[in-house]
């Protein structure tokens, strides 16, 4: 293609230049070009890591014989035989550093990484927690405006929990807490585990329920689909449902919870939910046969006022603007899921999405520092 000062420019470049000049002369960038000078920072909201201690206690009681039958702890053995992944797991610096400068990453939100300190031996989980949350918080004082975090609770230990959130957010100042959804069958909508979410609400601590294997369920793994393709989507899915028909944000509501991978594909159901609420709202029986709990407000209310989802994994404008539409532009955060899934294609496909310039700032930065407290 000739300029007008007669030069060459080939539409093949990948380099910075080549990004503002395609800008200058109107044309789209290509495929994978990740816009090097976008208006927004880019917080990627789903970021997993672990560290060696936890993952020696997993695939210990895994081999032991004496764990429960639990897909999601013979997930994290699946996870601990493929090097090159822990390997970007376990960093929290320089290496994930550099992945990020690849894919144009100003700021990663450290998760502790599925299935975390919930399926270890029972009273593992919550010295573990603490260790996570120290290696967490020092991997943000060395990079302080390239990591947050948040922190790990083993809801096994309610107490434990509590302490360790109050110290973790309170003292350490990681920006919310994130539970690897069931734990050994047991979800945080029973109302044992309330006080966990009595104490985030009190400190101001959004909590991520981030995807596992499903509990006992071989169903999925014959077929499959224990990961991303059925298992981890339903199980959240239970799991955010249950808080809202358990009654919790009518007790809490100024908690926050958080959801990946477009909120689970739960906003495209908003419609039926509030249709079909009755089948549990209000009803006798449920629960192990507590008294009845009746909401306050349709399911819908619930994903408008105390519910956010991020992007994590799927990078496919039209369900982001209809979750944008549906929930409302300010409840859509943008995440990568690194190391899981990662390109720069992923990146460019944000860049170049038909957004106002509000929005995809909303989208790519301003959400996350409104949700999870950030600098």
């Known amino acids: 293609m000739k300029l007008e000062d007669g030069s060459e420019f080939g539409l093949k470049g990948h380099c910075k230049e080549d990004y503002s000049l395609r800008t200058r002369i109107g044309l789209a960038p290509p495929a994978g070009e990740i816009d ?140 919310g807490a994130v539970l690897n959804s069931h734990f050994q069958g047991h979800y945080i909508d029973e109302r044992e585990y309330f006080p966990i979410l009595e104490a985030l609400e009190a400190m101001d601590a959004a909590l991520y329920i981030h995807p596992t294997a499903p509990f006992n369920a071989p169903h999925y793994e014959t077929r499959g689909f224990y990961g991303a393709l059925g298992g981890f989507p339903h199980d959240v899915w239970l799991h955010t449902m249950g808080l809202i028909f358990s009654g919790a944000f009518d007790r809490f509501p100024k908690l926050r919870l958080v959801i990946g991978h477009m909120g689970e594909c739960m906003p495209l159901q908003l419609y039926r939910f509030d249709w079909m609420q009755g089948n549990a709202d209000g009803r006798q029986g449920l629960r192990g046969g507590q008294d009845p709990v009746k909401l306050k407000h349709p399911v819908s209310h619930y994903f408008k006022n105390n519910i956010w989802i991020t992007t994590s994994g799927v990078a496919w404008e039209p369900a982001i603007k209809f979750c944008m539409d549906v929930l409302g532009p300010e409840r859509v955060l943008y995440a990568m899921d690194y190391p899981y899934q990662q390109s720069s294609d992923e990146v460019a496909a944000y860049d170049r999405m038909e957004l106002s310039p509000e929005h995809k700032k909303m989208l790519m930065e301003d959400n996350a520092r409104a949700v999870f407290r950030l600098p």
């Open 36 to 175: 090097r000078s976008a208006p927004y920072k880019r917080i990627a909201t789903e970021e997993a890591w672990t560290f060696p201690a936890l993952v020696k206690a997993q695939v210990e009681y895994l081999e032991s014989g004496e764990a429960p039958r639990d897909d999601s702890l013979k997930m994290a053995g699946m996870f601990s035989r493929m090097p090159s992944l822990q390997q970007m797991l376990q960093d929290v610096g320089d290496l994930r550093l550099a992945h990020m400068d690849e894919y144009g990453i100003d700021r990663q939100l450290l998760l502790l990484t599925a299935p975390g300190v919930q399926v270890v031996r029972p009273g593992e989980g919550t010295p573990l927690a603490r260790e996570a949350n120290d290696i967490a918080a020092e991997a943000c004082r060395n990079h302080p405006d390239r990591f947050s975090a948040l922190a790990a609770f083993d809801p096994r230990d309610v107490a434990g929990s509590v302490k360790e959130i109050e110290r973790a957010v309170g003292t350490l100042g990681l920006n």
